[in-house]
């Protein structure tokens, strides 16, 4: 059997976050994962360039039953931390919207970064190397995997959530939490495309490739502003995918697709004018057209409609009620939300109350940032503060 002073178990953002920073702690540190490339996630990610983080991440973009949990390990090791070991390594980057960073060139350059970080602390990485049994031996564990057993003092699970099956994700994470009695939350995906019910697929449809900036609501009072994209399937867009975050099946989803406001003014300004002329200069003409073949909208000369119809046009169009069929699920997701209770965990090392030296980060935890780099910068901070105790 190896005896090793680290496994870490998962060799994606946080997995290898963790295993740097312990191996230069002077810590002997393996990494098993099952797949047979490293940081699979990070390559695919921000459409092959990485969103490694924001400008502006702070613990109100996450979702968690704890909503303080996060505090303690994203003031440690915070995305200024991540930017200057970024530039360490020479990786040119750019602000896309909203303080989104990505890299210029290739995702491929914050994988490099992670191995060349864990090389020079002397970790040892092996892929292809399933995990299938973990055991307690006296204050540490024993891992078995196809071909070999290791021992080591701590254990770190890095195994990610359920999205993007396609890449290896699995619950192994979930189950291994179980086995130890620690409680897991139910999951689901998130930050996910919605599906539509069928008849607003039948109209809706048509608008597949129609984008456009709206604000989203969800029933909690939750908004983003961000761009709506019409697909085949249902819609999507930035605007979607965060809202999904908080959207439960069965509620509604409202979008501002005009301030409220604006056609009263417009009443003054061009009283003859045809309300669908008016508005197909401030929305996409086929968008238009769809409201009004699904008779959410009549045509007709401004000027001809009471204050009282313009009022309903107005909140219809500031509030777009929709009631999404479902989500496109894991299989498009880029997150999982639930997972690892947190009241399990120690916010300032990662590590199981009730399991001394078992520690669990990034993903497979109840922790989901919003879109736009907030999950990667979970992973740095929560493998991060882990790797400094590990």
């Known amino acids: 059997m190896q005896a090793w002073d680290v496994i870490v178990i998962g060799a994606g953002a946080a997995g290898l976050m963790c295993a740097a920073e312990a191996g230069k702690r002077g810590r002997r540190v393996l990494v098993l994962d ?231 003014q417009a009443v003054a300004e061009s009283p003859n004018q045809e309300l669908k002329t008016w508005l197909a200069r401030h929305l996409p003409k086929r968008l238009v057209d769809v409201l009004l073949v699904r008779e959410e909208l009549t045509s007709k000369p401004l000027k001809q409609y009471t204050h009282k119809e313009l009022a309903a046009i107005e909140q219809r169009l500031a509030a777009w009620p929709l009631q999404p069929g479902g989500t496109e699920g894991y299989r498009t997701a880029e997150v999982t939300l639930g997972g690892v209770d947190t009241d399990e965990l120690s916010s300032k090392t990662m590590e199981a109350k009730k399991v001394p030296n078992l520690y669990f980060i990034g993903e497979v935890m109840d922790v989901t940032g919003w879109l736009g780099g907030y999950n990667f910068q979970w992973a740095w901070s929560s493998g991060w503060v882990a790797g400094q105790v590990v």
């Open 34 to 264: 099952h797949g047979k490339r490293i940081g699979r996630k990070i390559l695919m990610s921000g459409g092959g360039r990485c969103n490694f983080t924001n400008y502006h991440v702070e613990p109100g973009a996450y979702l968690c039953a704890n909503p303080h949990f996060v505090k303690s390990a994203l003031a440690r090791y915070t995305q200024w931390d991540f930017i200057a070991l970024v530039d360490k390594h020479g990786i040119a980057y750019h602000e896309k919207t909203l303080g989104q960073l990505f890299c210029d060139d290739s995702a491929q350059n914050i994988v490099d970064l992670l191995v060349k970080e864990c090389d020079d602390a002397g970790v040892t990485i092996r892929l292809r190397s399933e995990v299938l049994n973990v055991e307690r031996l006296g204050e540490g564990f024993e891992v078995a995997t196809a071909g070999e057993q290791y021992s080591c003092q701590s254990l770190v699970v890095a195994t990610g959530g359920l999205s993007m099956p396609k890449i290896g994700a699995s619950p192994f994470g979930y189950r291994l939490a179980e086995q130890f009695g620690l409680k897991v939350l139910p999951t689901r995906a998130g930050l996910v495309p919605f599906t539509l019910q069928p008849d607003d697929k039948q109209t809706l449809e048509a608008l597949a490739g129609v984008s456009l900036p709206v604000v989203a609501e969800s029933e909690d009072g939750t908004r983003f502003a961000e761009n709506l994209l019409f697909t085949h399937r249902g819609v999507s867009g930035p605007a979607v995918l965060q809202i999904s975050s908080y959207w439960r099946p069965g509620e509604r989803v409202h979008f501002e697709l005009l301030p409220a406001g604006s056609l009263v």
